[in-house]
């Protein structure tokens, strides 16, 4: 019998020595945001295309003057029925590009662009308008928030972790 206490005596010493330790954590908290204005604006270039059967070209069309600064202008061109009486088949295209934009206008006082500068394929997003946002936290452990504006978010939180045996 005392053998079998000496074995089991120390075994209830280590486990009495490793006793679990209680931690509670509460965390409150509350975030608010307001988005901010965005453009993003792609910039067309400018193209030109002309196909046809049984016509002529005394003068091919196409772009002139493109620099850094404008885009380029159309340059008529002239063409005929090369076999008149003859079906015959003919089409221009041209798209004219964007003038170069140097620099955005600057926000006005509720934060957005007051007139964007765009180009042919442009994406826009006002900024968000803070209204009444508003978020507390309190005593009781209840965050409140507070809607705002068109663009903001609010977000009210409690964490409560209880950890036994850690």
């Known amino acids: 019998m005392r053998k079998v206490l000496l ?3 120390p075994l209830i010493v280590m ?3 490793t006793a679990a330790e209680i931690r509670n954590t509460i965390v409150d908290s509350v975030q608010l945001t307001v988005e901010g204005p965005a ?3 792609t910039r067309i270039g400018s193209s030109y295309s002309v196909s046809g059967s ?3 070209v005394t003068t091919l069309g196409g772009l002139t003057g493109s620099s850094a600064t404008t885009p380029a202008s159309l340059s008529a061109g002239s063409y005929d029925i090369n076999t008149d009486g003859q079906a015959f088949t ?3 295209g041209v798209t004219i590009g964007d003038t170069p934009v140097t620099a955005q206008s600057t926000l006005d006082t509720t934060g957005r662009f007051a007139t ?3 180009y042919g ?3 826009t997003s006002t900024g968000g308008n803070t209204g ?3 978020g507390t936290l309190s005593a009781t452990g209840t965050p409140t928030v507070t809607a705002g504006g068109a663009g903001t978010t609010a977000i009210g939180q409690r964490t409560i972790e209880l950890s036994v045996f850690d």
């Open 7 to 9: 074995l089991v005596l």
């Open 15 to 17: 486990e009495s020595a």
């Open 39 to 41: 453009v993003q604006s």
């Open 54 to 56: 049984n016509v002529s």
């Open 90 to 92: 003919f089409s221009e």
């Open 116 to 118: 964007p500068a765009l």
């Open 121 to 123: 394929d442009s994406i």
């Open 132 to 134: 009444s946002l508003a």
